[in-house]
């Protein structure tokens, strides 16, 4: 449970950072549109923060099953990794910072989905079950 929440933590934090920086080479974009990497790093950034939030929630409400946060936590991860990975391809030496959060939101996206599927098949609940 207080893995699981750390993780989250973690979580947030990472595609929160994504998302601004994101946001904020959006921004200095002044000719032309945006790339395309860069606007999938903050669609990544945010999916990464909804992900987390609703694995907060998960942990509190039993209308959510474990499984499924495994499900969404490995989408983010994908999405995450993805990212990471073009980011370092592409902008080597420029998004360091994006990237490197791109792939530390992916580890803390893994951790949390091998934790909620530990959870589901212990059959622990958490806090939901000490409630009753």
Same mark, same amino acid.
């Given at each position: 449970?207080?893995?699981n929440?750390?993780?989250?933590a ?5 595609? *929160? @950072?994504?998302l ?8 200095? =974009? /002044?000719?032309?549109? #945006?790339? $395309? ?39 983010? *991860? @994908? ?8 980011h370092?391809? =592409? /902008?080597?030496?420029? #998004?360091? $910072?994006d ?14 989905a091998?934790?909620?599927f ?13 409630a009753?």
């Open positions: 449970m207080i893995g929440l750390i993780a989250r973690f979580q947030i934090l990472c595609g *929160a @950072v994504v601004g920086l994101s946001i904020s080479a959006i921004k200095w =974009q /002044y000719f032309g549109s #945006a790339p $395309a990497t860069t606007s999938y790093s903050a669609f990544a950034g945010a999916f990464g923060v909804l992900a987390a939030l609703i694995g907060i929630a998960t942990s509190f409400v039993e209308a959510i099953p474990e499984i499924i946060m495994v499900g969404v936590d490995g989408l983010a *991860a @994908v999405l995450l990794l993805a990212g990471g990975l073009v370092a391809f =592409q /902008y080597s030496w420029t #998004a360091e $910072a990237s490197a959060f791109l792939f530390l939101g992916f580890l803390a996206s893994l951790a949390a091998v934790l909620c530990l959870a589901s098949r212990r059959g622990g609940r958490g806090v939901k079950s000490s009753v």
